[in-house]
């Protein structure tokens, strides 16, 4: 009930606004979360890159960009949360107004440019507010740098201690050039140097990359055989798309930027199944692009993720959508006759 009021007044307000609301809001943590804490069936509970997950329900990056609210996330019944995307110094990122919700397609279309506040800042918040699940921090350059392996060093010399894994942003559509790390020597450098790093560690962390689902099948197989070969700890799959607005309804199906939401999940399920038989169940997936439900949750998991992320559907069904995808998602395994949700991963590329 208290929702549905906030909500419809949020949904009059320019989504930007209204995020920066939503976050202030969960930074009070004044909202009655201890009393509907959220426990997953134990059916949810699952071991991937050596971290124990209570349930596989995760909170995309760029949500809690600067790392303000994760612990009250982790009361709305996420498995996970992935702060970020960070960047060494801070920035502001592209002119406003840049993000639009598409009603009429359940998607978001956003070309932020990382605004964020820098990776000192952030640092010094996390350390000073100990997470009380698993977190994730999500890198990436500042503009200038973009196709720099520089600023990853940066951020990963001083993230790595405090975060359960962190995720290399390759794949932002709204940071000119970024993608082009997707190329098979640039990424294949990027990799050395943080695989370099992190032998100097005793305490391993997962380094995991988040891809962009704009790629064909010789890239998808590129990539797939250099993440073989260097045996990375996993990688999420999808950033948002540039392609396919044509085929939208909404009237700010136009607006510049990456599309998020409904009309990304075949896009992102179509990636994972490819990447998943490539890797013959080496490499784990986080699976994400339109995760709104335990029919969309539990199809993902059959494509072959191990994990899952949402952010979109957060933005249109409200902050218990991940308390809500548990139950489905556990009712949807029991009925197949499933003791646990990793019996399911990847059931769909047979
Ligand atoms: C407003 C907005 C901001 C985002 N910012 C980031 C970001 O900073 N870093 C990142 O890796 N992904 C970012 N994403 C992408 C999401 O993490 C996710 O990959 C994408 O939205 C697909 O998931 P969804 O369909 O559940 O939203 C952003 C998405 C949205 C909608």
Known sequence: MLYQI??????????ETAHEYA??????DIIPFDFFKFTADPSLKIKVFGVDFDNPIGLAAGFDKNAEVYNSIFKLGFGFSEVGTITPEPQNGNPKPRVFRLNADQ??????????????KVYERIKNNPKKSILGINIGPN???????????????????????????ISSPN????RNLHD????????????????????KKAIIFKLSPNLNNSEINDLSEIFLEKKIDGIVLTNT????????????????????????NQVSNQIIKKFYINFKKTIPIIGVGGVS???????????????????????????????????????LIKKDGLKNISEAIGVNTN
């Open 6 to 15: 906030l909500n419809s007044f949020l949904k009059q307000t320019d989504p």
């Open 23 to 28: 976050i202030k809001f969960l930074k009070q």
């Open 107 to 120: 998607a978001i279309i956003n070309s932020l440019g990382f605004p964020n506040d820098g990776m000192n």
């Open 143 to 169: 503009k200038e740098n973009a196709t720099k392996e520089d600023d990853y060093l940066r951020c990963i010399e001083k993230f790595y201690p405090l975060a359960d894994y962190i995720t290399i942003n």
């Open 175 to 178: 940071t000119p050039n970024l």
């Open 184 to 203: 098979k020597k640039k990424i294949l450098d990027l990799i050395n140097i943080l695989q370099k790093f992190k032998n100097n560690f005793k305490e």
């Open 241 to 264: 798309t540039i392609e396919g607005k044509e085929l939208l309804e909404d009237e700010n199906k136009n607006k510049e930027g990456g599309l998020s939401g409904y009309p990304l």
């Open 293 to 331: 439900d335990g029919v969309t949750a539990y199809e993902k998991i059959k494509c072959g993720a191990s994990l899952l992320q949402l952010y979109t559907a957060m933005v249109f069904k409200g902050p218990y959508v991940a308390s809500k995808i548990n139950k489905e998602l556990s009712n």
